[in-house]
């Protein structure tokens, strides 16, 4: 079993301590904390990557280890992850990964956009780990302004095949484009919402985007314009939802808006 085959200090971190009782936004300083140093890097990919460690009971602290392991890597800005982190974005039943391999990258930095672009541009790859990879040039953008560019291009290379690609992932570009305010994206996006090939409850209507990108305003449009379809399978949920409560016995009068005492005339309520 690999759990004895680390040595310190990053044997330290398989019981450095359960994720969920720490500050998720505010990581701890694994270096200073753990006396982590470049010299550790390679055994800090392979517990980030263990396979054996993500299969353990989730009552163990171990398995805290390789969250622990690639937030190290990215503090220590250890461009040799780039790689070896990528196998992680497939994950489907880990949402530590989708949360949190984005704000690792941006720690890594703009050396890691190609290895991004070929994971994204690599249709062999699942829509939800292209999705990931889409995030991570993202947080690049962001964390480092003068690259925007360069993580700007490939989304937009990308969303040139919206005919061919999973609607989630058209529907991921277009979210990450508008984050950066990337008005250039305007024609393609049109195009991909004339193809019907967005998600539009996730992102919006194109009217809607269009007044976010401040090519419109809402005044130019019909309230309905600006208000997103919800799919099939939640409108349905909202129709039963609707119908139950329609079932439901009238609320006693003493509940009722009526009820309630009035504020006095010249005094005004306190603001709760």
């Keep these: 079993m690999s759990l004895n085959t680390y040595s310190n200090p990053v044997a330290k971190l398989l019981t450095y301590g359960d994720c969920h009782e720490m500050d998720l936004r505010d990581w701890h300083n694994y270096p200073e904390t753990v006396g982590l140093t470049a010299d ?3 055994e800090l990919i392979r517990m980030a990557t263990d396979r054996t460690l993500w299969e353990l009971e989730s009552d163990r602290l171990e398995v805290w280890a390789p969250i622990h392991a690639w937030r190290a890597l990215g503090q220590l800005h250890a461009e040799a992850a780039i ?3 990528t196998q992680l974005f497939a994950e489907h039943d880990s949402d530590w990964v989708t949360e949190e391999m984005p ?3 941006a720690m890594l930095g ?6 991004l672009v070929d994971y994204l541009t690599d ?3 699942e829509t939800w780990g292209r999705n990931t990879a889409v995030d991570c040039l993202l947080d690049i953008a962001r964390s480092h302004p003068e690259n925007r560019d360069a993580c700007v291009a490939p989304m937009l290379q990308q969303l040139e095949a919206f005919a061919e690609n999973d609607v989630d992932l058209n529907t991921i570009l277009i979210g990450d484009l508008l984050d950066l305010k990337a008005v250039e994206a305007a024609p393609l996006i049109e195009q991909a919402f004339a193809a019907e090939a967005v998600d539009e409850f996730m992102v919006g209507t194109w009217a809607s985007i269009q007044v976010e990108l401040g090519l419109k305003q809402e005044s130019d449009f019909a309230p309905e314009a600006l208000k997103p379809k919800m799919p099939p399978g939640l409108d349905e949920i909202r129709q039963i939802i609707e119908k139950l409560d329609a079932l439901k016995p009238p609320k006693p009068q003493g509940f009722s808006k009526a009820a309630q005492p009035k504020a006095p ?5 306190k603001k709760k």
């Design 40 to 42: 550790d890097v390679s």
């Design 83 to 85: 790689a070896p982190l």
């Design 103 to 105: 704000k690792v990258y």
């Design 110 to 115: 703009p050396a890691a956009i190609p290895t």
């Design 123 to 125: 249709t062999s790859h």
């Design 265 to 269: 005339k010249g005094k005004k309520k």
